[in-house]
């Protein structure tokens, strides 16, 4: 059964930079895209991109530079960096594997309450 | 963007009752269109993908119909498993586009 892992911070000051990991287990990395998600209180979740094993990455033109998605395959891991964070990016972070024949995400993490106050 | 609206936002209802959230897309989204639960501080889970097609594990309580932008999950029987939060979802390859629609929770009446 495959199983994503999340790691990182959940508390953070305004302008510091996010770093979040998702370890894969019990699957390979090639084949699908692996995939960064938010969701605010409240609403739905909100794709911020995604990575393959070719390393080909995709994002969330809002975020533009700010956003880093990186994959370690010696590892099985892939990660997210985001810099200069604010309030507006206070969120439960998810990391999810897209099957990419459907569209759709078959297996997430477990979730990250990231919270960006002073 | 796709954008995607679900109605209702809320649906209170009974264990064994038949319900229906309706999701539309401002787009067609072919067959992309997949269906998800989540709980309270809990990850979405997928139910159904390519707009019918059940997820493995899911209960044949629940199903999915529609074409082009306007879909529709249903579950025949509610369980009080179900009591949760359903989200519709479409992927739209190029250019690449990823949406959830707002919502729809169901409580118990």
């Known amino acids: 059964q495959v199983q994503l892992q999340q790691s990182g911070p959940g508390l953070l000051q305004p302008s510091e930079t996010l770093f979040l990991s998702c370890a894969v287990y019990g699957g390979s990395i090639s084949g699908y895209y692996w995939t960064w998600f938010r969701q605010p209180p409240g609403k739905g979740p909100e794709w911020i991109g995604d990575i393959n094993i070719s390393g080909s990455t995709s994002r969330d033109p809002s975020l533009g530079s700010r956003l880093t998605i990186s994959l370690d395959t010696s590892k099985n891991l892939f990660s997210l960096t985001l810099t200069s964070m604010t309030a507006a990016d206070t969120a439960v972070y998810y990391c999810?594997?897209?099957?990419?024949?459907?569209?759709?995400?078959?297996?997430w993490g477990q979730g990250t309450l990231v919270t960006v106050a002073p | 963007d796709i954008q995607l609206t679900q109605s209702p936002s809320f649906l209170s209802a009974s264990v064994g009752d038949r319900i229906t959230i309706t999701c539309r897309a401002s787009q067609d989204v072919f067959s992309h269109l997949a269906w998800y639960q989540q709980k309270p501080g809990k990850a979405p889970k997928l139910l159904i993908y390519t707009k019918s097609t059940l997820q493995s594990g899911v209960p044949s309580r629940f199903s999915g119909s529609g074409s082009g932008t306007e879909f529709t999950l249903t579950i025949s029987s509610l369980q009080p498993d179900d009591f949760a939060v359903y989200y519709c979802q479409q992927l739209r390859s190029y250019p690449l586009s990823v949406t959830f629609g707002g919502g729809t929770k169901v409580e118990m009446k």
């Open positions: 999810a594997r897209q099957w990419a024949v459907t569209g759709s995400f078959d297996f």
